[in-house]
């Protein structure tokens, strides 16, 4: 029956079953005999046929079965992406560590996605450290990543847009002469050696502290560390070593007491938070979580710049 009202809904509109036919890519005779079945089901004509206008009864069922398929329409449409959204999910690659905006930002747009997509499985953040966080998305472990360079080799398919910058600042160690000047640049940097994780999801951080230098024209020293928690590097400097760290607009907590906070002089340098996604997915969660996320660090930076 809903079929043929389908049919039915075409035919009111062209009052002609040849084009009604056309438009539908069945036979003439066929859908004369679908309207004429459809008639009999319901025990009343639609049709005059002599003058193919609509009867008064057929012109209430009009009004009527055109918004009940309406609402038909929508209602298997988000059955649909109700089962699309099941078997989906988001899985996100990303450095773990605290206080970062960047984890903030990301934890409220994984929030506001699983609101938006009630059905499907929450986000959940990409477990594997023997990937890079660039590897992971190349390879459709993760859906996105968040990284601190654009992969020098990009593939085709894939986008990395700036999300935004953060200013920085400096850990060192309190033996280092640095810890007790004010206001330091970039070249007084020069002689520390920027700590290299081995894990290679940590690598993205490394990766970024050497892009900051060479945007600056320094070609920085490092040195290799056995580490596969970002918040344990801080307990491991020496005191030739340092550590970048995003700067937020409230105090960050030192971890450490032989640690000290050494900050830039104005204008100081800032770190690029770059997402790293398919720009064609077939997860349809990816489009809308990238657009979910632009809005949140688009509304913090305005807010931390207000203040």
């Not at 079965?65 to 109700?82: C, P, Y």
């Not at 773990?96 to 009630?118: A, C, V």
């Amino acid at each position: 029956m809903l079929d043929f009202s389908r049919e039915f809904l075409v035919l009111a509109k062209h009052a002609n079953f040849v084009k009604a036919a056309e438009e539908l890519h069945i036979s003439q005779p066929s859908l004369t005999r679908h309207i004429a079945s459809l008639e009999r089901e319901l025990g009343f004509k639609l049709f005059n046929r002599s003058t193919m206008t609509l009867t008064s009864a057929g012109r209430f069922y009009l009004g009527t079965i055109s918004t009940l398929v309406a609402e038909l329409d929508e209602i298997i449409a988000q059955g649909r992406r109700i089962d699309a959204e099941q078997d989906a999910g988001l899985s996100i690659n990303m450095v773990k560590s605290s206080n970062n905006q960047f984890t903030d930002i990301l934890y409220e747009s994984m929030s506001l996605l699983q609101s938006r997509h009630p059905f499907a499985p929450p986000a959940r953040l990409f477990d594997n450290d023997q990937l890079t966080i660039a590897s992971s998305v190349f390879l459709s472990k993760a859906d996105v990543g968040i990284v601190f360079s654009i992969p020098p080799d990009l593939p085709e398919g894939f986008a990395c847009e700036l999300l935004f910058e953060i200013p920085l600042l400096v850990w060192v160690h309190k033996d280092n002469p640095l810890a007790w000047r004010e206001g330091i640049t970039l070249d007084d940097l020069e002689g520390c050696h920027l700590v290299n994780p081995s894990t290679p999801n940590l690598l993205t951080t490394f990766e970024g502290a050497v892009e900051t230098f060479r945007k600056h024209g320094i070609e920085p020293k490092h040195r290799v560390r056995t580490v596969t928690e970002f918040d344990r590097i801080p307990f491991s400097l020496q005191p030739d070593e340092m550590l970048f760290k995003t700067a937020n607009t409230a105090n960050i907590p030192i971890p450490a007491t032989f640690l000290a906070e050494a900050r830039f002089a104005e204008p100081g340098p800032k770190y690029q938070v770059y997402l790293l996604y398919r720009d064609d997915p077939a997860n349809m969660l990816v489009t809308d979580f990238v657009r979910i996320v632009r809005k949140v660090a688009a509304a913090r930076m305005t807010k931390r710049e207000a203040k």
